[in-house]
């Protein structure tokens, strides 16, 4: 019932030149791949031309952030409507770098979940623990604030427009790939969490896709489990052979 998607983030890497040529290189081979449902999410400075090089493709654009306010005095930062002007219809949220290192908190997270929602851009929403919290057995706790927290306010109906990312941090980067039995206890209890808050038709429908060194080695493992519809890919995104591979392991 949920269509797979993979979802690359190129983090702080390649200019627009690099990540036209990146682009290229993965629509040459999968560029109208109808059966699984493929985001690049290049930095701000190559969304546009990133665009043109996914003209007529079936392959869509994300942002890695964005700021919730209309417009104004906000230095350095992007709007929703700025991003829709660029062709984006995906935008990542509370990223576990973005929380550590500039400081998002749940309530800023909820904030640009719900004017993303507002302005029909898809929120991929990041949560996940880190190692301290997982040894000191909080796991499902962060995960549920994170959840809950980014979630406030977003009603049933703009359920079908959200997807959740699950990154346990201590994978991220790492190498250190959760296990297949980790990652799908965290993606059945985020699926429960969600059946308790929308009912369980809207919970079926939603993708919780899986991020922490997600390779093509272990994605089809990964994506074998019952509550595991996807991954958003750091490293293994940065290339267009893995990537591709990566797209190929989810058909
Ligand atoms: P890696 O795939 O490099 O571990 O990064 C995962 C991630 O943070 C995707 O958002």
């Known amino acids: 019932i949920r269509r797979k998607l993979i979802a690359g983030n190129w983090k702080m890497n390649k200019t627009a030149a690099d990540g036209v040529a990146l682009t290229k290189d993965i629509v040459a081979e999968i560029g109208r791949i109808g059966s699984v449902d493929v985001v690049l999410c290049p930095p701000f400075t190559a969304l546009e031309s990133v665009a043109k090089a996914l003209e007529g493709q079936s392959i869509k654009l994300g942002a890695q952030n964005m700021n919730p306010e209309k417009g104004g005095a906000f230095t350095g930062e992007v709007s929703a409507e700025m991003l829709r002007g660029l062709f984006v219809s995906h935008v990542i949220l509370g990223h576990s770098e973005r929380r550590t290192f500039f400081g998002d908190t749940d309530a800023f ?3 640009k979940v719900i004017a993303a929602l507002a302005n029909q851009l898809k929120p991929i929403l990041c949560v ?3 190692l301290a919290e997982r040894e000191a057995g909080s796991t499902l706790a962060v995960v549920q604030r994170h959840v809950e927290q980014g979630l406030a306010g977003v009603t049933a109906e703009q359920m079908a427009a959200v997807i959740i990312a699950y990154e346990p941090v201590w994978a991220i980067g790492t190498g250190k790939v959760a296990t297949t039995a980790q990652a ?6 985020i699926r429960d969490l969600l059946t308790k808050l929308y009912g369980a038709p809207v919970a079926q429908k939603v993708r919780i896709l899986y991020g922490g060194s997600m390779k093509p080695s272990n994605a089809p493992e990964l994506l074998a489990e019952k509550d595991i519809d996807g991954g958003l890919i750091g490293g293994a995104a940065l290339e267009a052979r893995s990537f591709i591979d990566l797209v190929k392991a989810a058909e």
């Open 109 to 111: 997270v909820n904030k």
């Open 128 to 130: 996940g623990e880190t």
């Open 184 to 189: 799908q206890e965290v993606h059945a209890f």
